[in-house]
């Protein structure tokens, strides 16, 4: 009978939708993986360029305070007379 074919497409259907929902969720979940791991990561590259640039300020006042120390060396001595 054709109802009875109907029902049995409409089960097929919805089995083929749940299929397909349920690929969809584990898609879901593995790109939220994956995002969870590129933000992590981002996190990982933002901190060590903190401390980076901390460590070139350090090293650039360190230079600086050098070069201070170099001119007051090289500066020419004023005699008494």
Known sequence: SELKSDVSEL????????SD????KSF???QREAN???VGEL????EE???????NMRANDTFQ???LRI???EAPISSPL
């Open 21 to 24: 929902v349920s690929g969809l």
């Open 71 to 73: 001119s007051k060396l």
């Open 43 to 46: 996190k990982a590259i933002r």
């Open 11 to 18: 089960k097929g259907d919805v089995s083929e939708l749940k």
């Open 49 to 55: 360029q903190a401390a980076q640039a901390l460590h």
């Open 28 to 30: 879901r979940a593995e």
């Open 36 to 38: 969870e791991q590129i």
């Open 65 to 67: 305070k050098h070069e």
